[in-house]
């Protein structure tokens, strides 16, 4: 079982809508979960993390975190063309000081 | 959050040689991460690097074939060694300071 699992998509969704990306893992221990944007060939850029359980927001962004049932999720409102880019996960344990990374959702926005 | 400089943005390099790539951070960090993306795959950590000690390495990366310097607090540096083909990968630097990353290396190894 990978540690960190995304679907790999592509998950295509209007513009206006709502893109839903998933994100599920297997340490329990985790405790900081991350959110990045990646565009083709440009570096990933972070655009949230979460450690609590329930929702954060953050703009037209929504982390959503469940460790009960390992799950933290991401809710892009209102899709832009322009947030159309690959979304990984990353987990991150305190006293192993390191991300872990899914495989990354690719996301398209169609006009 | 940090902001971290990389260089080069991308080289093509001949099988067999070497290439070393440059971070430098406009704050003092204790520890800089080193990662690889391969085409169409996610990041893979390589290794951790602390200032003052040897670098750890994760599963399946040696020294001999990515040493890391850590001189200071602020840079560190990565070398590919005795590249092959299956080396071309994207190669970033990493931070806890503001989870950022450089803006990566492009490398193509012919």
């Known amino acids: 079982q990978k540690e960190v699992e995304q679907n790999s998509g592509p998950l295509s969704v209007p513009e206006g809508a709502i893109a839903s990306l998933n994100c599920t893992y297997s340490?329990?221990?985790?405790?900081?979960f991350f959110w990045y944007r990646q565009y083709s060939g440009k570096s990933p850029e972070l655009i949230m993390f979460i450690y609590s359980n329930g929702d954060k927001e953050d703009g037209r962004f929504t982390a959503q975190l469940n460790k009960a049932s390992q799950y933290v999720s991401l809710l892009i409102r209102d899709s832009q063309p322009s947030d159309s880019a690959t979304y990984l996960c990353?987990?991150?344990?305190?006293?192993?000081?390191?991300?872990?990374f899914g495989t990354g959702t690719r996301l398209t926005i169609i006009p | 959050s940090a902001v971290i400089s990389q260089k080069p943005s991308r080289d093509i390099c001949q099988r067999g040689t070497s290439l070393t790539i440059q971070c430098q951070v406009d704050s003092q960090v204790t520890m800089m991460f080193w990662y690889r993306q391969q085409p169409g795959q996610s990041l893979t950590l390589i290794a951790t690097a602390n200032q003052g000690s040897e670098a750890t390495y994760e599963s399946g990366f040696v020294i001999d074939k990515f040493p890391i310097s850590r001189p200071n607090l602020t840079f560190s540096t990565l070398t590919v060694s005795n590249m092959s083909p299956e080396d071309s990968s994207i190669y970033l630097c990493?931070?806890?300071?503001?989870?950022?990353f450089g803006s990566g290396t492009r490398l193509t190894v012919v």
């Open positions: 990353a987990v991150f344990l305190f006293g192993n000081e390191k991300l872990t």
């Open positions: 990493s931070v806890v300071s503001g989870y950022t």
């Open positions: 340490d329990r221990g985790s405790q900081s």
